[in-house]
T-cell receptor
Framework: GAVVSQHPSWVICKSGTSVKIECRSLDFQATTMFWYRQFPKQSLMLMATSNEGSKATYEQGVEKDKFLINHASLTLSTLTVTSAHPEDSSFYIC??????????FGSGTRLTVV | QKEVEQDPGPLSVPEGAIVSLNCTYSNSAFQYFMWYRQYSRKGPELLMYTYSSGNKEDGRFTAQVDKSSKYISLFIRDSQPSDSATYLCAMSEDYKLSFGAGTTVTVRA
């Protein structure tokens, strides 16, 4: 089946620094990748949608200058949290989509900003 | 009002019982309906996927969709402790998924 690898699974960073999260589709080419944020005991909230080679589309209320998304190839998308602050601490999950593959999720990244 | 409503539970059942989960939605444009299972600190895993009203069965899992009532259900038969997880319903219009809040299920041995 389709596999999406997300790395790192867990990261702690200091306030003011930037953190990059990678999302790779291992055995298929993802036409679209999605980034979600999930708070404890809450559902997944879509942050942005990205297509390979084009700018990401951000959901209302998501700061595009803070959450930089790059989708450089059909198998890799990255989310960079810039100038992270404690309120950015959350569980970030990526999803990759392609025809005949549906939506496949990565295993998530737990970000803690101290 | 949220587009997708799901009772967060928690729901606790004895091993072997039937687990019944459901979601309601307000957007009649939703075309695809999914159920995901999420273990703690992991990404969601697709369990069931359907696009039409009616029942779909896969092993111990049965998904029901009633578009006229905007209501979907997931039933887990012969539940096992390994079924303990959070179950999320999800629906899509075009390419975006909208998720329910998730129901936390514990199956007691």
């Amino acid at each position: 089946g389709a596999v999406v690898s997300q790395h790192p699974s867990w990261v702690i960073c200091k306030s003011g620094t930037s953190v990059k999260i990678e999302c790779r589709s291992l055995d298929f080419q993802a036409t679209t990748m999605f980034w979600y944020r999930q708070f404890p005991k809450q559902s997944l909230m879509l942050m942005a949608t990205s297509n390979e080679g084009s700018k990401a589309t951000y959901e209302q209320g998501v700061e595009k200058d803070k959450f930089l998304i790059n989708h450089a190839s059909l198998t890799l998308s990255t989310l960079t949290v810039t100038s992270a602050h404690p309120e950015d601490s959350s569980f970030y999950i990526c999803s990759a989509s392609a025809t005949n593959y549906g939506y496949t999720f990565g295993s998530g990244t737990r970000l803690t900003v101290v | 009002q949220k587009e997708v409503e799901q009772d967060p539970g928690p729901l606790s059942v004895p091993e072997g019982a039937i687990v019944s989960l459901n979601c309601t939605y307000s957007n009649s444009a939703f075309q695809y309906f999914m159920w995901y299972r999420q273990y703690s600190r992991k990404g969601p895993e697709l369990l069931m996927y359907t696009y039409s009203s009616g029942n779909k069965e896969d092993g111990r899992f049965t998904a029901q969709v009633d578009k006229s009532s905007k209501y979907i259900s997931l039933f887990i038969r012969d539940s096992q402790p390994s079924d303990s997880a959070t179950y999320l319903c999800a629906m899509s219009e075009d390419y975006k998924l909208s998720f329910g809040a998730g129901t936390t299920v514990t199956v007691r041995a």
